[in-house]
């Protein structure tokens, strides 16, 4: 099934199985990791974390790509999710479920500040629970990020921005997925340093599976 771009999201009737499922529409939030920028363009909707995570779930499920490159977790970011096409049409889709991973723009020199980066991600989580479709939301961790020209920080990832993301998750009772842990043995899977390839992003995809369904 491909990955929705649009705002509007179909809410088919969710899968039942021996797991707990939720079901039903997800909104995958995040900058060009979440988008799909190093799977190619030919095949970015099913090569990219959230069309891999659609096949992985199945029908139950519908999953919408709402990565937009550059895109950080701070208002005083360069580019701000929050002023983002990608988050009003996330808004407006009415999801069950919200997976949100945004970090690695913020760790830019340019971007990074600790403080504005646990508040604003704080209250992006805040932002979507309050819709009215009363979703789950999960905060993930950014990948590891690796020798890259890009301008994002792998110590500030790893040093600050993973253990702030755990810090928010458990103030605010949000389940925290753990992505930089599982893409750290892998290099491989990241060729310029940042954006996963297809093996990437589908072990990004297995990860977060994981977590939605138990």
């Known amino acids: 099934m491909a990955v929705l771009l649009a705002s509007g999201v179909l809410a088919p009737t969710p899968v039942q199985s021996s797991s707990q499922v939720i079901g039903g529409p997800i909104a995958a939030v995040g900058d060009s990791i979440t988008f799909g920028e190093g799977v190619g363009q030919a095949r970015r909707e099913q090569d990219s974390y959230p069309g891999q995570l659609q096949a ?5 499920y519908q999953v919408s790509n709402f990565g937009w490159i550059g895109a950080t977790a701070q208002d005083t970011g360069d580019i701000p999710y929050k002023k983002t096409g990608a988050y009003e049409a996330s808004l407006e889709s009415n999801p069950n479920i919200v997976v949100i991973m945004l970090g690695a723009n913020d760790s830019k020199a340019v971007n ?3 403080n504005g980066y646990e508040a604003q991600l704080a209250e992006l989580i805040s932002l979507y629970r309050v819709l009215p479709s009363r979703p789950t939301v999960y905060v993930a961790t950014p990948p590891v990020a690796f020798e890259n ?5 792998p110590t500030v990832i790893a040093r600050e921005i993973v253990p702030i993301v755990r810090t928010v998750g458990a103030r605010t009772s949000t389940p925290v997925i753990d992505v930089h842990t599982a893409t750290k043995p892998f290099p491989d899977y990241f060729p310029d340093g940042v954006h996963p ?3 990437g992003a589908a072990l990004i995809a297995s990860t977060v599976r994981s977590a939605i369904v138990g």
């Not at 992985?56 to 139950?60: D, K």
């Open 56 to 60: 992985l779930l199945g029908p139950g």
């Open 197 to 199: 390839d297809r093996d």
């Open 149 to 153: 020209a890009a301008g994002i920080r």
């Open 112 to 114: 990074w500040d600790a």
